[in-house]
């Protein structure tokens, strides 16, 4: 209803996919969610859970001893709802749902994470090219037809790491959960992923925490032309 009415006003630039899917709506969701999984007696997972709205219905459903997990997605601790207001349909490059947030969510959601209110930052990688081919440019007249999402499984790790790690956000063991650790576990491949073990997979990743990257999408392997995170060093 909140798109139809965008569009019968006239409204169609891309911040509008962000304004006609208010924080509001993902907590009512997220709520409404998590009591049907009650009633059903099962565990429930909120995936790329966005706000503080959203993340305050699972705090409520855990303080209770219910069952209930979520993850967040590195563009919701990176990237906000600003990045819609860049000038002309550069904004399109954000559309995803749930939508990018008002800055502040950020810092709720890293409290989220360092306090096991949030369980793993997963990453939503459905890239869509903005010019190459023009896959975005087909809502250039109307935010509703713009592709919704984003590239991002090769720049998870090293956001994690930089914005998490090294700002004191999270230690180096909670980097570890968050990213392979609780993922296994959670979804019943431990112990033969998640961990370093005598028996389970040789699965590493090896890197230098101190090595300094531009990200871009000159150097990334991403078979995108953009990267939501141009020129930002980690």
């Given at each position: 209803?909140?798109?139809?009415?965008?569009?019968?006003?006239?409204?169609t630039?891309?911040?509008?996919?962000a304004?006609?899917?208010p924080?509001?709506?993902?907590g009512e969701?997220t709520g409404?969610?998590?009591?049907l999984?009650?009633?059903?007696g099962v565990?429930?997972?909120?995936?790329?859970?966005?706000?503080?709205?959203?993340?305050?219905?699972?705090?409520?459903?855990?303080?209770?001893?219910?069952?209930?997990?979520?993850?967040?997605?590195?563009?919701?601790l990176?990237?906000?709802?600003?990045?819609?207001e860049?000038?002309?349909?550069?904004?399109?490059?954000?559309?995803?749902?749930?939508?990018?947030?008002?800055?502040?969510?950020?810092?709720?959601?890293w409290?989220g994470?360092?306090?096991?209110?949030l369980q793993?930052?997963?990453?939503?990688?459905?890239?869509f090219?903005?010019?190459?081919p023009?896959?975005k440019?087909?809502?250039?007249?109307?935010?509703?037809?713009?592709?919704?999402g984003?590239?991002?499984?090769?720049?998870r790790?090293?956001?994690?790491?930089?914005?998490?790690?090294?700002?004191?956000?999270?230690?180096?063991?909670?980097?570890v959960?968050?990213?392979?650790?609780?993922?296994?576990?959670?979804?019943?491949?431990?112990?033969?992923?998640g961990?370093?073990?005598?028996?389970s997979?040789?699965?590493?990743?090896?890197?230098?925490?101190?090595?300094?990257?531009?990200?871009?999408?000159?150097?990334?392997?991403m078979?995108?032309?953009?990267?939501p995170?141009?020129?930002?060093?980690v």
């Open positions: 209803e909140l798109v139809k009415e965008a569009l019968r006003k006239g409204e630039a891309p911040k509008y996919h304004l006609t899917r924080p509001t709506a993902e969701a409404r969610a998590i009591a999984s009650e009633m059903a565990p429930i997972y909120i995936v790329h859970l966005s706000c503080a709205d959203a993340l305050e219905k699972v705090k409520q459903a855990r303080d209770l001893g219910l069952p209930a997990y979520a993850e967040t997605c590195p563009q919701y990176f990237l906000s709802y600003d990045d819609y860049q000038p002309g349909f550069e904004g399109a490059k954000y559309v995803m749902s749930p939508p990018l947030r008002e800055k502040w969510n950020q810092e709720a959601l409290k994470l360092a306090r096991n209110d793993v930052v997963s990453t939503d990688h459905c890239p090219c903005m010019n190459e023009p896959q440019q087909l809502g250039k007249d109307d935010f509703s037809k713009i592709p919704n984003a590239p991002g499984i090769e720049t790790l090293m956001l994690v790491w930089d914005g998490g790690v090294r700002a004191g956000k999270v230690d180096m063991h909670r980097f959960e968050i990213v392979a650790t609780n993922p296994a576990r959670m979804f019943g491949l431990w112990p033969r992923k961990t370093i073990a005598v028996g997979d040789g699965d590493l990743v090896v890197f230098d925490p101190e090595k300094e990257t531009t990200l871009s999408a000159k150097t990334h392997h078979k995108v032309d953009y990267n995170y141009e020129g930002r060093t």
